[in-house]
């Protein structure tokens, strides 16, 4: 399994960035893939996830601004994020699970399988 996280930069309070996150070693349809964060000195934090049967969940934080989606195809998952504040800067992650539970999804030492991170910075 392997995962592989693009799309980071640097932008202003405001704008949009979309991250992809291809993978290899999987099929969407028997896994959970979701992204996370972590900014300097916290803790990695939920973000956003699709469950195998395609429903989307994100965190509080995020709801309404990012969408999560996934192109079997390419085998390529993705973040779109709009509305970018300076509080979403941090590295962001792609992970994926084959076993999680739904009560489980929030919790990062549940996933097994992580990409290296893409940075995002929003100035403001």
């Known amino acids: 399994v392997q995962l592989q996280a693009s799309g980071g930069g640097t932008v202003q309070a405001g704008d949009s960035l979309k991250l992809s996150c291809v993978t290899s070693?999987?099929?969407?349809?028997?896994?959970?893939i979701g992204w996370f964060r972590q900014a300097p000195g916290k803790e990695r934090e939920f973000v956003a996830a699709?469950?195998?049967?395609?429903?989307?969940v994100y965190s509080d934080s995020v709801k309404g601004r990012f969408t999560i989606s996934r192109d079997a195809a390419k085998t390529t998952m993705y973040l779109q994020m709009n509305s970018l504040k300076p509080e979403d800067t941090a590295a962001y992650f792609c992970?994926?699970?084959?076993?999680?539970?739904?009560?489980?999804?929030?919790?990062?030492?549940?996933?097994?399988?992580w990409g290296q991170g893409t940075q995002v910075t929003v100035s403001s």
């Open positions: 070693g999987f099929t969407f349809r028997n896994v959970y």
């Open positions: 992970a994926a699970d084959r076993t999680l539970i739904l009560s489980s999804i929030r919790d990062p030492k549940q996933w097994h399988y």
């Open positions: 699709i469950t195998k049967s395609g429903t989307t």
